[in-house]
C-alpha cells in the first residue's frame, strides 16, 4: 500500500530525497512516519509528519539535517536528508496511521499499521 524510493549510495555529507507514495495516489492516513533499521539493530524513528502538515518530529540523530514535507505534485511525503553521515546508513520505510501524535513525539513503529517495502541507504565515508 506504501512504496518508498530514492536509496542509494552517497558520500558522507552528500544529500539524499527519499518519496514515499501510496498505493494508487490516495492517501486516507492521518500521520506518515519514517523509520530506519541498520543490520543488527532495531527499526528506530526517524521523522512524522501529519498529512495535512500541521505536527512534524524528527529524532535527535537527524533534527537539523533530515526534513519532511509533502509533495502536492507527485503526491508522496518525502523526507530530505542533507549532510548525511555514515551512521545513516541503513534500510528506510515508510509507514502511515491514523493516530495523532503532538509535536515532538517519537512514537513507536507499533504505532504504524502500515508500511513501505524499505529502501536502502549506504553512506560511505
Known amino acids: 500500500q506504501l512504496q518508498a524510493s530514492g536509496g542509494g549510495m552517497v558520500q558522507a555529507g552528500d544529500s539524499l530525497r527519499l518519496s514515499c507514495a501510496a498505493s494508487g495516489g490516495t492517501w486516507s492516513f492521518y500521520t506518515v512516519g519514517w523509520f530506519r533499521q541498520a543490520p543488527g539493530k532495531e527499526r528506530e524513528f526517524v521523522a512524522v509528519?501529519?498529512?495535512?502538515?500541521?505536527?512534524?518530529s524528527f529524532a535527535d540523530s537527524v533534527k537539523g539535517r533530515f526534513t519532511i514535507s509533502r509533495d502536492n505534485a507527485k503526491n508522496t511525503i518525502d523526507l530530505q536528508m542533507n549532510k548525511v553521515k555514515p551512521e545513516d546508513s541503513a534500510v528506510y520505510y515508510c509507514?502511515?496511521?491514523?493516530?495523532?501524535?503532538?509535536?515532538?513525539?517519537?512514537?513507536?513503529?507499533?504505532?504504524?499499521?502500515?508500511w513501505g517495502q524499505g529502501t536502502l541507504v549506504t553512506v560511505s565515508s
Open positions: 509528519r501529519s498529512w495535512a502538515g500541521g505536527v512534524t
Open positions: 509507514a502511515a496511521t491514523q493516530r495523532r501524535f503532538a509535536s515532538g513525539a517519537l512514537p513507536n513503529p507499533d504505532a504504524f499499521g502500515y
